[in-house]
Nanobody, 121 residues
Framework: VQLQASGGGLVQAGGSLRLTCTSSGRLLSAFNMAWFRQAPGEERKFVAAIHTSGVRKSYEDSVTGRFTISRDNVKNEVYLQMNSLEREDTAMYYC???????????????WGQGTQVTVSS
């Protein structure tokens, strides 16, 4: 499964961005999907995940209430809507996919190339 993440950019604190994850050739509807992020000098960290059904979701505490993960299985896309962005949200954001299992885990099978999000004060 090849994943492509897009939608990153430079935004002022308090602003919003929407990231999109797509796949060429494979249907994302078969996979639990997640977003991770990695800031310079830090480990890659879990941000949010969504079950294949689109109903069950999980969020990292610091983004709860600000970020929303969603999916459109018809368009074969997964989204991360990021509102009220803070400087601490600056990182490379990656989408990931796996078949079944726990949502909130680092054990995802397939990874995209990442899209940079930079939040300025």
């Amino acid at each position: 499964v090849q994943l492509q993440a897009s939608g990153g950019g430079l935004v002022q604190a308090g602003g919003s961005l929407r990231l999109t994850c797509t796949s060429s050739g494979r249907l994302l509807s078969a996979f639990n999907m997640a977003w991770f992020r990695q800031a310079p000098g830090e480990e890659r960290k879990f941000v949010a995940a969504i079950h294949t059904s689109g109903v069950r979701k999980s969020y990292e505490d610091s983004v709860t209430g600000r970020f929303t993960i969603s999916r459109d299985n018809v368009k074969n896309e997964v989204y991360l809507q990021m509102n009220s962005l803070e400087r601490e949200d600056t990182a490379m954001y990656y989408c990931a996919a796996k078949s079944g299992g726990t949502l909130r885990t680092t054990s995802y099978t397939y990874w995209g190339q990442g899209t940079q999000v930079t939040v300025s004060s």
